[in-house]
């Protein structure tokens, strides 16, 4: 499986011949054909469950945010636990502390090494220049390392050449309110650059005992990204800074702030292969009210060299260090000792696609060696076995070795913060490690009609548990055990070329349960809330009179434990274009539904209201 | 602080229901839903036709090879009358010429109607205004340069210009770009407007 991915069809649907013949020819030369690139793979050939939520996506289903543009993608379990924070996961063990899923923003991974997950409140992109964001679901080690043991959310934005010009945007609605604009211009003979800034507030949400949850915020954010020739052949900075601040009912306020820059370096060798170096520095302040803070500085290199095609070999090999620097301030209550940590983690990995026959046969073999300060050197095999029977067809099986390394959260997190302590760390605490069976298949039998369906079944060993020791203290340790089936599925048929219908949904059965001897008094409820299905339809239709209609009804079945009742909420957006350079819309949330929860403890848990927004946008 | 809350909630004791499939009227929906999904997917491979998998960049060369059309002037005796159609003829790719045939449908330029002719081997081009030639056709085009007949010639292959054609695709970063030869078009009586060669990838003098 190769990084970079596209989604030819996706691009059929707002690209129809009728269309194209509207656009100028600068616009016909802007349009990403990818599909020809020789580094990067059809959406059907890539041998992973892989949905692509485009651009065009994000814009028609009205997201104002990243994690409600993630609601597309079928294969996720999106649950917004109140005005700021949310729980997201693939293939279950969601949870607000979730940390099987791998998150990348173009290339920087934005997960914390303090719990192993990402603190959704902090993560964001202009969204009218994302390009595309791809949702792996299964594990994508080999490649990504650990933590990428359930899915892998890579967010792209587009090349700077690609956002030219002035966008600007204000919205305003019942939960919430923002702003935003980007300019890019063209920089020296081959580059190009664009700015942009964004600011946004959120309402707060109301429990269901009729209480406030006083949990509103709002957050500012502003970046850059210059790119200098090509993609295959250039060279990249990017940067965001942003600063943001959280209600909370009782205690004093939470502030989050950071920034990051990036620098990426591709080259197109002689002879066929393909080099890219990336590098970049993320610092994080995250300071809790009457809590404890954090403050996180990481730096991070990568490299990654495709050889040219040797026969039937098809190389790629590279590695990686990463460094953190975090300073926790602890409290009384809870504290992570020691206090300062400086960690530093080092990976090589290499991958052959083996052409058993021609294209039509391929075997992928791969392997990570990752070094992480906890547990030392752990490898990361798999391989993958793709059939191409006919060019719109695609028969896949994989099996993997997927791995949660420890996180500071899993070894060093004490409470109280001075002996005798409750909570003592985890001083045994080793790897999470999930063996993972797939199979699939994809198919586009008309350039109107593409599907996917994946069935997997992991097998997990040493998951997280909770261990008395029998003199009142406890520990973290590794005694839970358990398997997880089930289908993933979706498809998009284009039934006019106004008109398409798409669906999708998964099916979970977990079964988790203690080794002998655990006392774990918790039981397995702490490693997740899942549905046991969920599905989504979604209509996106054109009008007559510049105008788009799109409906989205997504139904999540009931979590168990705490329960939360099954809910469907309907989406809907009304877009008003008249002019290319001018676009109103009405976005319509939770339609038929006063409010419902979607995660937490039954009372106090927050409720999502029915939402209305309209949004005015303009290009210059 | 959700990191906290979780935390906090560990340390409680609490038993946990046994895990039990559950049944309900939304059940049987998102069931019916993935029934659906899946007989789709039978019914559709059983129609399965072979399409070609680039199809967006055959798309996009079709609507430039449209869209030329109005930045180029041909010499007054290709256009007998006023309403004398631009006829964009394809020799040698045929799903360049379906999607043409698509994009032109119920367009006009500059005033005038539009047709696509596909032009099989040894077919007289008389008429013809802008020929696309795909790569099993490329020997026609020493024969048209020869010629010098006012047609404007496209070609997608590395050696389009050096071949002869006028225009020439080329897929550079995922994205279709053209190179224009000026010195062709001048052979072919053809003039080429600013607008074109400005958006141009290179420009042969």
Redesign the interface.
């Known amino acids: 499986m190769i990084v970079a991915l596209s989604a ?1 069809e996706a ?2 649907a707002e ?1 129809s ?2 269309n ?2 509207d ?1 100028s ?2 616009e ?10 020789k580094k ?1 793979e ?1 959406l ?1 050939d890539a041998p992973a469950s892989i949905f692509v939520i485009t651009a065009e996506d994000i814009r028609r289903s009205g997201a104002t945010s990243l994690p409600e543009a993630l609601r597309i993608a079928p294969n996720l379990e999106v649950n917004r ?1 109140n005005s700021s ?1 949310y729980a997201i996961s693939a293939r279950g063990f969601n ?3 979730g940390n099987k899923l791998l998150v990348l923003i173009d290339g920087r991974a934005v997960y914390t090494p ?2 192993s997950g990402v603190f959704w409140d902090t993560p964001d992109v202009f969204l009218q220049d994302v390009e595309r964001i791809e949702v792996i679901s299964g594990p994508g080690a080999t490649l990504w390392g650990t933590n990428a043991v359930n899915g892998v959310i890579n967010v792209i934005t587009r090349r700077a050449a690609d956002t030219q010009g002035a966008t600007a945007f204000v919205g305003s609605g019942n939960l919430e309110g923002g702003f935003g604009a980007r300019y890019g211009a063209r920089l020296g003979t081959d580059g190009s650059f664009r700015i942009y800034g964004k600011s946004f507030d959120r309402g707060d949400t109301t429990r269901e005992n009729g209480t406030t949850a006083g949990d509103s915020w709002s957050k500012g954010q502003v970046g850059f990204r210059a790119d200098w020739g ?3 052949n250039g060279f990249t900075l990017q940067g965001d800074t942003y600063t943001g601040t959280l209600d ?1 009912p009782i205690a004093a306020d ?1 502030n989050i702030s950071g920034g990051n820059l990036l620098a990426r370096w591709d080259r197109d060798l002689p002879g066929g292969g393909h080099f890219q170096l990336q590098g970049y520095f993320d610092n994080t302040v995250r300071e ?1 009210g009457g ?2 803070a954090e403050h996180l500085n990481i730096a991070d290199v990568q490299f990654q060299h495709s050889l040219q095609q040797m026969g039937r070999h098809a190389i790629i090999w590279g590695g990686g260090y990463r460094a953190a620097r975090d300073r926790i301030d602890n409290t009384a209550v ?1 504290a992570f000792l020691p206090a300062d940590s400086n960690l530093d983690w080092v990976d090589l990995f290499a991958q052959d696609e083996i052409a058993l026959i021609g294209d039509k046969l391929k075997l992928t073999g791969g392997a990570k060696i990752e070094r992480n300060p906890y547990t030392g050197v752990e490898f990361l095999p798999s391989v993958r076995l793709a059939w191409k029977p ?4 695609l028969v896949w099986s994989a099996y993997s070795r997927a791995l949660r390394t420890p996180s500071r ?1 899993d070894r060093e ?1 004490f ?1 109280p913060a001075n002996p005798p302590f ?2 003592a760390g985890g001083p045994d605490f080793r790897s999470e490690v999930a063996d993972v069976y797939e199979l699939g ?1 994809k ?1 586009q ?3 109107r ?1 593409s ?1 996917s ?1 994946t069935v997997f079944h992991h097998i997990y060993d040493h998951l997280r548990s ?1 261990e008395p020791t029998g003199t009142g203290t ?1 520990v973290l340790s590794n005694k839970m055990e358990g398997t997880e089936t089930g ?1 993933e ?3 998009t ?1 284009q039934m006019t070329p106004g008109w398409r219908l798409s ?3 998964f ?1 979970l ?2 079964e988790l349960r203690l080794k002998p001897g655990s006392t774990d ?6 490693a997740g809330n899942d549905p ?4 989504i ?1 979604r209509s996106s239709l054109d009008l007559p009179g510049h105008t788009t209609l799109d409906v989205s009804i997504r ?1 999540v ?2 979590l ?2 705490p329960v939360v009742p ?1 809910y ?1 909420a309907t989406d809907m957006r009304l877009g008003w274009q008249p002019r290319r350079d001018f676009e109103l819309s009405l976005i319509l949330q939770n339609l038929f539904d006063p409010e419902h929860p979607e995660f937490g ?1 039954p009372g106090t848990r927050s409720e999502l209201d029915r939402g209305v927004y309209a949004q005015i946008l303009w290009r210059f | ?7 906090a ?9 046994p ?1 039990a ?2 049944t ?1 009227t ?2 049987l ?2 069931g019916a ?2 029934l ?3 007989v ?2 039978i019914v ?2 059983a ?5 070609s ?5 055959q ?2 060369k ?3 090879l ?2 030329f059309g109005g ?1 180029v002037e041909w010499p007054d005796s290709a256009f007998p009358s006023k309403d004398t159609p631009l006829v964009i003829g394809v020799a040698g790719a045929d799903v360049l010429a379906e ?1 043409l045939s ?4 119920g ?1 006009t330029m500059n005033g005038r109607p539009v047709s696509v002719r596909r032009v099989r081997g040894g077919e007289p081009l008389s008429s013809v205004h802008v020929l696309f030639v795909g790569r099993p056709e490329m020997g026609r085009l020493t024969d048209l340069a020869a010629q010098a007949r006012p047609i404007l010639t496209v070609t997608d292959t590395e050696k389009g210009l050096a071949l002869g054609s006028i225009i020439n695709f080329v ?8 190179e224009v030869s000026l010195d062709a078009a001048k052979r072919s009586g053809l003039r080429i407007g600013a ?2 060669l400005s ?1 141009a ?1 290179r420009v042969q003098e």
Not at chain 2, 53 to 57: D, F, Y
Request: aromatic letters at 10%; a neutral charge; hydrophobic letters at 50%.
């Open positions: 030819p691009y059929a690209s011949p009728e194209l013949a656009l020819l600068e016909l030369g802007n349009i990403d054909v990818m599909s020809v690139s990067s059809r059907l636990v924070s949870n607000s502390i303090l719990f090509a993609a295959a909370q939470t809790i809590s404890i809870i006919t060019p719109q067809q959260l997190l409470s409750v909570l298949y198919a039998p008309t350039s009609i599907y369906v909770f406890f289908i599925a979706w498809g048929v669906a999708g949904g099916m059965h977990q008094p918790t039981g397995v409820s702490a046991d299905y969920q599905w339809l139904h079945a009931e168990p434990n099954a469907t403890t | 602080m959700a990191l906290l809350i979780d935390v909630r560990n340390s409680s004791i609490r038993r946990v229901a895990r499939f559950r309900s939304w059940n929906i998102g839903a993935l659906l999904l899946g789709l997917c559709t491979s129609v399965a036709v072979d399409e998998p680039q199809v967006l960049e798309r996009v079709a609507a430039f449209f869209k930045y999607e698509q994009v032109v449908a367009r897929v550079a970063d995922n994205r279709v770009r053209f607008p074109l958006v990838m």
